[in-house]
């Protein structure tokens, strides 16, 4: 079964930049290598929205409003998917989960990023 965990959230001040990890702790290789996998956000008030998705093949895919300061990676050995955020606005404030592309189930805590001016 894939679970994944994500950490790395915190309190950054405007401008500042944060790196949240999301990792699958019982994955083996063959599970989690195929996986297309992806990072979102809810804000308060806000529907979830996908951030930014990477694919098996390290294909990857922003929202419009991240392009040019989020970057996705993965590291399969680790079995783990990074999203490296800069340049963080108020606006990036929001709890950031990570799932499988296009599954809607099986949501974890995600992880509190609150950026102040």
């Known amino acids: 079964q894939v679970r994944l965990v994500e950490s790395g959230g915190g309190l950054v001040q405007a401008g500042g930049s944060l790196k949240l990890s999301c990792k699958c702790p019982r994955c083996i290789t063959s599970v989690f290598n195929p996986l297309d996998l992806g990072w979102y956000r809810q804000a308060p008030g806000n529907q979830r929205e996908l951030v930014a998705l990477i694919t098996s093949t390290r294909t990857t895919n922003y929202h419009d409003s991240v392009k040019g300061r989020f970057t996705i990676s993965r590291d399969n050995s680790r079995k783990t998917i990074y999203l490296q955020m800069n340049s963080l606005e108020p606006d990036d404030t929001a709890v950031y989960y990570c799932?499988?592309?296009?599954?809607?189930?099986?949501w974890g805590q995600g992880t509190q990023v609150t950026v102040s001016l």
């Open positions: 799932n499988q592309v296009g599954r809607n189930d099986a």
